[in-house]
């Protein structure tokens, strides 16, 4: 005798009006989700029944008692959330994601917040432990955030920023970011950090194509690319940039400018021939771990009367360090001589007896006070184009200036004004200042003629000699100065309008073929001539491009200008943020954690307690666990 058929019933949307607590499961069509109580319960055997039955129970009708209470809390919160605990787990899981808070926290503050609110029915029901709120970073803030900038790069020009770095273990990363409009504002937005161990040009191509495969990103819409100087990244033949150019010929590509003056420091204290740098890092690693040697060094610090100040460490990747450790070290200079002249191995051969003879040394001492000064502009420079805001407009104009700063210091003026930078013959020494009137810093020529007797003069002003033509030399041949996109950025700036022919603009039109711009000399001139009552009052360039309203192909012309990045500085950013993220009780942390939780800090500029996450989000939150747990 065989068996009759069994049949389950199946969930069925009618039954949401008659029941409003009961929608459907996730968990399969003989499921059913109760909104009050937060669970799935079978409806395959009684069906509408097996309904009426969890809403008898004793369990559902406490969660419909605070119902009431959840309705007042999301009336207060407004609309578009329709649940409270949702909306709070997601706010926690952000704070958690931008202030760089280990996930395991939430485990905790999880049961707390219950003991600390008793009162609170979001409270009794908040329920995000490390993860849920992994899950929530990752499934739910990080896509949509995600999302926001690959639809950015779809429809509008974009510039790309990659740099590659060993930050974890033995992993290398190749961050790509992208610099776009969003709205009215020029913004640096995070896309992706791809693993790629090994750094050839073609596998970071690679990389980097699959990147924006995935997203759907035209090759079109890419108008500019900076990374540091390395040859992989930027090398004629065969690197990343060369390999780009053949998909986009129009590609604007000027070069990281601080890498380039960090470069044409480092020539100059090359030039200079002085142990600077060994200096510096000797000093720092001997306070470094000890703390005995640090207790006995405040001792000497008290007795000279010197600022009670920390010891820096000087890492020649860091484009600011040096500056900083050399002015640290001239304020410490008493102290420290008289701790190493003192110290118990000072006549033996090692560190402590080099920094001692460095230290008493007053041509080192001069070196030092000489660097000080004549490092600033450089730094200045540095610091001021590795800001977000826009500066593109301004680079070509500050990198000649930058020069011509330098060529001051040992050329007369009437060589450098008024001359083509190329043509001046700053090399020839019969054309420098003697060595008196060479610019060498207040404090260094103070201490060069109150130590004249005691000091080498000739070869030391010899030496600085050779530090101004080093940087000079080296800034005229690595500077993107010949670039014509660069010369022509005056364009941009509302306050040059008349300076510039209508011709020069459309010229940069054509160089960015990849817009397909229709741009005429009449509409330039147009808007040279039209009254500044009709133009925008803003002061920032990006938002004054972006609502003139007028001249469309002329705007649209300028909004891609202005998203060609002026230095690689953000890249970098990228790397000291994960150093921040990944510390040493989170070595284990996946790459696509990584690259959510980066994405969180970039992509939401705002604080934590401002983000306020959309009615897709928080749907995603819902279910983002379950879908965890699902294919784990």
């Known amino acids: 005798m065989s068996l009759k058929k069994k049949y ?18 996730f968990r399969g069509k003989g499921k059913a989700f109760c909104k009050y109580c937060k669970v799935d319960f079978s409806i395959a055997h009684g069906g509408r029944t097996d309904v009426k039955h969890h809403e008898d129970a004793e369990k559902h009708k406490k969660s419909a008692k605070h119902l009431q209470g959840q309705k007042s809390i999301a009336s207060l919160l407004g609309k578009g959330r329709p649940d409270p605990v949702v909306y709070a787990e997601v706010k926690m899981s952000m704070l958690v994601a931008k202030q760089n808070i280990p996930f395991t926290f939430t485990d905790e503050i999880n049961k707390s917040l219950k003991d600390m609110f008793p009162d609170s029915e979001i409270a009794k029901q908040y329920s995000c432990g490390r993860t849920k709120a992994t899950q929530i970073v990752k499934g739910a803030i990080a896509p ?11 429809k509008q020009p974009f510039g790309l920023m990659c740099d590659e770095g060993t930050n974890r273990n033995t992993e290398k990363e190749f961050a790509i970011l992208v610099r776009v409009f969003e709205e009215d504002t020029l913004v640096t937005k995070f896309l992706h950090m791809p693993v790629c161990n090994i750094g050839t040009a073609e596998r970071l191509f690679t990389s980097l194509t699959k990147v924006l495969s995935e997203r759907n990103i035209d090759w079109n819409n890419l108008v500019a690319f900076n990374s540091d100087n390395a040859s992989v990244m930027k090398g ?5 940039a060369s390999r780009i150019k053949e998909l986009q010929p129009g590609l604007v590509d000027i070069g990281c400018i601080c890498h380039l003056v960090q470069l044409a420091t ?6 200079l021939h002085q142990p600077i740098e060994e200096v510096l890092q000797a000093i720092y690693s001997h306070f470094d771990i000890s703390a005995k040697r640090c207790e006995l060094y405040k001792e000497f610090v008290e007795f000279t009367d010197t600022d009670t100040l920390k010891l ?3 890492c020649a990747t860091r484009w600011l360090s040096l500056l900083t450790c050399i002015n640290r070290v001239l304020n410490q200079w008493n102290a420290l001589q008289a701790y190493f002249e003192s110290h118990k191995d000072v006549e033996k051969p090692g560190k402590v ?5 460095h230290l008493s040394s007053k041509e080192t001492k001069f070196f030092f006070f000489f660097l000080s000064h004549a490092l600033k502009p450089l730094v200045d420079f540095n610091v001021a184009f590795q800001a977000e805001g826009v500066m593109v407009h301004r680079l070509h104009k500050e990198m000649c200036s930058l020069v011509r700063r330098y060529l001051g210091r040992f050329l007369p003026a009437h060589l450098i004004a008024d001359v083509p930078l190329k043509e001046i013959q700053f090399q020839d020494t019969s054309l420098q200042f003697p060595d008196e009137d060479l610019i060498i810093g207040d404090q260094a020529q103070t201490f060069l003629e109150d130590n004249e007797d005691e000091l080498p003069v000739p070869r030391m002003l010899q030496a600085v000699r050779g530090f101004f033509v080093a940087v000079t030399t080296k800034m005229l041949r690595v500077f993107p100065l010949n670039n014509i996109v660069l010369q022509n950025m005056i364009v941009l700036d509302p306050e040059s309008r008349h300076k510039f022919t209508p011709s020069s603009v459309v010229e940069l039109g054509k160089r960015l073929h990849q817009l397909r711009l229709d741009l005429s000399r009449e509409e330039v001139v147009e808007y040279q001539v039209v009254d500044r009552a009709e133009l925008p009052e803003e002061t920032r360039v990006d938002r004054f ?3 003139i309203g007028k001249f469309k192909n002329l705007a649209q012309l300028m909004m891609a200008l202005l998203c060609i990045p002026h230095s690689n500085a953000s890249s970098e950013r990228v790397f000291s943020m994960v150093r921040k993220i990944v510390t040493e009780n989170r070595t284990r942390m996946d790459n696509s954690t990584l690259c959510s939780l980066l994405s969180c800090k970039i992509n939401y500029t705002g604080p934590a307690h401002t983000y306020a996450p959309s009615r897709m989000v928080l749907e995603a939150a819902r279910h983002c666990t379950y879908n965890y747990n699902k294919h784990v």
């Open 545 to 547: 491009w972006a609502l």
């Open 144 to 154: 949509a955030l995600d999302k926001e900038v690959t639809e950015l790069c779809q």
């Open 8 to 25: 389950l019933c199946k969930f069925q949307p009618s039954w949401k009006e008659e029941f409003i607590f009961v929608t459907e499961s």
């Open 312 to 314: 820096l460490r000087y």
């Open 353 to 357: 007896r080099m920094l001692s003879g």
């Open 266 to 271: 480092g020539c100059g204290i090359k030039a």
């Open 236 to 240: 004629r033949h065969n690197s990343v």
